[in-house]
């Protein structure tokens, strides 16, 4: 019910979503970048209808899951995280794809909205625990698109794969272009 309302608005701000996922994909992990801005998440919320990933859910800070907004929060598909704490979210997310037959889940590697020269690697841990693809989701303020990449599949070299993932979303522009991956 929300798709063309989400199809209109993107259309009516000049967007556009490019997808190059193989159709009967259900397990995977969209891995955003760049996330540079709080506009990224309504941003989000559009393309994933826009894309149809009504399974795709969302990790986000346990503060945004507070009163008077956190309901909402939930009620898109959110997930909160207590970054403060040691809680094994990897293992946690691993087991939702275990356990849950429709699972996907979007997370921003850089784990915060400034700018970042390291980003965090649980996305890949949980890819190659889980055993599911990564759909590389890039957000590019400069041309208006956002675009899911065809799937991923995580070696067996952390550093080797990072350094490529990153270097995939080196020519997209966050919202921040300085911000982004450099």
């Not at 704490?85 to 429709?102: C, E, L, M, N, W």
Request: proline share 7%.
């Amino acid at each position: 019910m929300f798709r063309p309302i989400a199809v209109l608005i993107f259309r009516l701000l000049g967007w556009k979503v490019i997808d190059h996922r193989p159709k009967g994909l259900v397990q995977c992990i969209y891995v955003v970048a760049p996330h540079t801005s709080n506009w990224d998440f309504p941003l989000g919320v559009l393309a994933r209808s826009i894309g149809r990933l009504d399974n795709a859910r969302y990790l986000g800070k346990k503060e945004l899951f507070r009163p008077p907004l956190g309901w909402i929060m939930k009620a898109l598909g959110g997930y909160p995280v207590d970054r403060g704490k040691s809680a094994h979210v990897v293992d946690q997310v691993v087991g939702y794809f275990r356990t849950i037959p429709d699972f996907a889940i979007g997370i921003a590697p850089e784990g915060t909205r400034k700018h970042v020269t390291k980003w965090k690697s649980g996305f890949w841990h949980i890819a190659k625990k889980a055993n599911v693809p990564l759909i590389l989701t890039s957000f590019d303020y400069a041309r208006k698109e956002v675009t899911f990449r065809e799937p991923y599949w995580v070696g067996d070299d952390v550093d080797k794969d990072m350094a490529w993932i990153m270097d995939y979303f080196r020519p997209f522009r966050g919202k921040r272009a300085d911000h982004g991956v450099k």
